[in-house]
């Protein structure tokens, strides 16, 4: 459970993911979203689409994708409730290590969701997520 | 009498008409012709070619289109340079002195640079003598005969500037009409002969044998030579002042037309439609913006709802189970063991106290999960901020969605008008509003050193004159000296006799003449307007055209339909009291008035221009159900123009009825 004596760990996105922020990033508002951004975009388009992929060890040989200083105390509770609801247990919230690793595998398995959403047309993503947030809500009153 | 008639028209590479023979009926009955035809189908060029063929200009053109050459423009295109084109307008008249081709033919031709220029302007009338076709020996006489140049306009139409010509017309202009039209110049033909009379009895005399007469004979020679030439200067200078006139106020109409206020109400209304663009495209980005980046901050609760949820049960059932640590400060239970002082005062290092110690040691051991304790509050504190604003979200996006929507709605709203405006001024031609002012200040210059140059000539001549009479006396009274020359002196002294009488003849028949066209002017107004506003129309005793109202001439503030009823009053006068058989051609006759007047209109072309052959050129607006039914009895033939618009061209069909 002492795992806090990693100071601000490094969180690690594959390459294709990385290549896929950078695409991202030529788009018009995709540019003003900073790195934690387009990381917590990836984890909820794998936890969306229940799907998770497992880092490879040529992605952590790069430097980090983001930081942990980065991150605010919400985007630490959405990833925090993603590992404690994908262990069952409360104690992995108390690893951050492992709630990040939890959180790579999602954003990595969100790689091909997320990239055919804005990529399908960078412009009208915006309206086309709106819709998706909308629809959500809707199965969430049902 | 019979009037003069137009059998056919043939156009030949004439504008939009590539090869055109219209050809009238001659066996029906009816005086009136209808061409009927949308704007731009090429009504008004079937005007301009009537008045390119007989007087060599086009009434009805744009100012750029002066420029272009008569022939069509996609041939003349064609053209490779130096090379050249034929544009002829032939018109074929039956006149009460037989059948008469007057043929205008322009060659033009295309130079290095393809630009065009006319390398042959011909005019020839063929008539019948006999039983054969001849050229005609001087065909602007011939054309004179059927229509003075000057007086076209009353008998060649243009319905849209008639107003403008009516309200610009000169007293003199007036007088000139009635003098022109009247054929008065008949009796100045006479008068000029008796003077030319004069001059041959005079030059009867041998001046070498009478040297005091021969001073006197070279002045007047001389003298007389001087007031012809200034004579025929002043008819010239006041024939382009005239036309300058007429050509100014087409370039008033056509500027009028422009509309320049509207053009910088226009203006102003773009440069406001493009500022509220500017600010609701800013509006609608910024709006834009934040949506995305509040789409990005809302969406997590709502995707990881399950998560959420589960986690927030996961720490309800621990809490419930009172499994959560409790919060224990560790460094307070620390300093207490390091001191071996409990929190109520006993020493820990007593026996009696080590129950406590071993207490404070369990509750430090628990302390080491009392910050795991603090996080699962913080993080159920966090889960539930998140819940409480997943409920808000779907409120956040449409009230977004309906702002941008509406923002949209308007910046389309506005970029509509904005397109619309933008036609409209694109529809303004800023350089012909340009070229029109340039023409008119030309026009308005040259007018001023015309019209000083007819003043000065006016005093010239007419100093002239007296001088003349008065050496003339010197001569008579030198001649009555001569007892030989008795002869001479009576046959001079009857013809200024004579050419005194033929002056008061002539005056007499003006002011009949004026009276006569007064009272026609008047019968034909009243019978196109009823209205009593104001009194019948006179031509006063200096050609004025009065409209009295309220003891004022209203001539000038009469409305568009009355001022074009006055006009076609005062043409149907001139024409029945001058005597001329010309047909007579008007370009949208019924454009500017108002339906009230409309039938009386078809009323009037049926019994007042009855012996005229009337060609209408009208618009499909203008040739309405209830207009033709009107003057269907008196219509001779009906044709239709059709237009290509790809190819560019126009063709007249008879109309199938």
Not at chain 1, 75 to 101: C, Q, R, W
Not at chain 2, 556 to 583: D, N
Request: aromatic share 8%; glycine share 4%; net charge neutral.
């Amino acid at each position: 459970m002492q795992t806090k004596a990693i100071k601000d760990p490094q969180i690690f996105v594959s390459q294709e993911l990385r290549k896929v922020f950078d695409d991202m990033k030529k788009y018009g508002e995709f540019k003003t979203l900073e790195n934690k951004d387009l990381f917590m975009l990836a984890v909820l388009f794998g936890y969306l689409n229940g799907k998770t992929k497992p880092l490879g060890s040529q992605d952590k040989t790069e430097s980090g994708f983001t930081r942990e200083r980065y991150l605010s105390d919400k985007d630490n509770a959405i990833l925090k409730a993603i590992a404690i609801a994908e262990t069952g247990t409360i104690d992995i919230a108390d690893d951050v290590p492992k709630v990040y690793a939890i959180a790579e595998k999602y954003a990595n398995g969100g790689t091909n969701y997320l990239k055919e959403f804005v990529f399908d047309d960078p412009a009208s993503f915006t309206k086309k997520y709106a819709s998706l947030l909308k629809e959500l809500c809707s199965k969430r009153n049902t | 009498m019979q009037s003069i008639i137009i059998k056919k028209i043939d156009l030949i590479n004439y504008r939009q008409f590539i090869k055109q023979t219209i050809e009238f009926n001659n066996d029906s009955k009816g005086n009136i012709v209808i061409i009927q035809g949308e704007n731009g189908f090429g009504k008004s060029n079937i005007y301009n070619a009537i008045n390119w063929c007989f007087f060599g200009v086009e009434e009805h053109l744009r100012s750029d289109a002066h420029t272009l050459p008569v022939c069509n423009t996609k041939i003349f295109n064609k053209l490779k340079p130096e090379t050249s084109t034929e544009t002829i307008v032939r018109i074929t008249l039956d006149t009460p002195s037989g059948e008469k081709e007057i043929e205008r033919k322009h060659l033009i031709y295309k130079n290095k640079d393809g630009k065009p220029y006319v390398a042959q302007n011909d005019l020839n009338i063929m008539e019948v003598v006999g039983k054969n076709w001849k050229i005609a020996p001087n065909p602007e006489y011939i054309i004179s005969r059927i229509l003075p140049k000057n007086m076209r306009h009353f008998f060649f139409i243009d319905g849209e500037k008639l107003r403008q010509l009516f309200e610009n017309i000169k007293s003199d202009q007036i007088k000139k009409s009635i003098f022109e039209l009247s054929q008065i110049s008949l009796l100045q033909n006479a008068t000029d002969h008796l003077s030319y009379f004069k001059n041959v009895l005079r030059k009867g005399i041998d001046l070498k044998r009478e040297p005091d007469l021969s001073q006197y004979q070279e002045y007047l020679d001389r003298l007389q030579k001087t007031i012809l030439n200034n004579k025929e200067q002043l008819v010239q200078l006041k024939n382009e002042v005239d036309e300058a006139y007429i050509n100014k106020s087409k370039l008033d109409q056509e500027l009028q037309e422009l509309d320049i206020e509207h053009i910088k109400t226009l203006e102003t209304q773009r440069r406001g439609l493009e500022e509220k663009i500017n600010i609701l495209q800013k509006n609608y980005e910024e709006k834009e913006k934040a949506f995305f980046s509040d789409l990005i901050r809302m969406a997590p609760p709502i995707i990881i709802l399950k998560a959420i949820k589960s986690t927030l049960n996961i720490i309800s059932d621990l809490q419930q189970e009172n499994k959560l640590p409790p919060t224990i400060q560790q460094t307070f239970l620390e300093d207490l063991l390091a001191n071996m002082k409990c929190i109520c005062g006993a020493d820990l290092r007593k026996e009696e106290n080590m129950s406590c110690k071993k207490t404070l040691e369990e509750l430090l051991e628990k302390a080491k999960y009392s910050d795991m304790a603090d996080d699962i509050l913080k993080l159920k504190f966090e889960l539930k901020s998140l819940l409480i604003e997943e409920g808000k979200v779907d409120d956040v996006i449409n009230k977004y969605e309906l702002s941008i929507h509406e923002i949209k709605d308007e910046l389309n709203a506005s970029n509509k008008r904005l397109k619309e405006v933008k036609t409209k001024i694109g529809e303004v031609d800023y350089d012909k509003v340009k070229t029109i002012n340039e023409d008119r200040n030309n026009l308005e210059k040259t007018i001023g050193i015309w019209l000083g140059k007819i003043g000065k000539l006016e005093v010239t001549i007419s100093t002239d004159e007296k001088k003349y009479k008065e050496i003339e006396t010197l001569y008579n009274k030198e001649l009555a000296k001569k007892d030989k020359y008795k002869i001479v002196i009576n046959k001079l002294k009857f013809c200024d006799h004579a050419m005194a009488e033929l002056q008061k003849v002539k005056e007499k028949l003006m002011d009949e003449i004026r009276d006569e066209a007064e009272k026609n002017t008047q019968d034909y107004f009243n019978k196109l307007i009823s209205s009593k506003k104001f009194s019948p129309p006179r031509i006063s005793d200096n050609y004025e055209l009065i409209v009295e109202k309220d003891g004022f001439n209203a001539v000038t503030s009469l409305s568009a339909a009355e001022t074009l009823c006055m006009g076609y009053s005062f043409m149907a006068a001139l024409r029945k009291t001058s005597g001329f058989l010309a047909p007579i051609v008007i370009d949208t006759p019924l454009a500017k008035i108002d339906k009230k007047y409309r039938l009386n209109v078809a009323e009037w072309l049926k019994n007042a221009l009855y012996d005229a052959q009337v060609i209408l050129l009208v618009t499909d607006s203008e040739y309405t159900k209830e207009f033709r039914d009107a003057i269907l009895p008196c219509v001779r033939d009906e044709f239709i123009l059709k237009h290509d618009k790809n190819a560019e061209t126009s063709e007249v069909i008879r109309h199938a009825n």
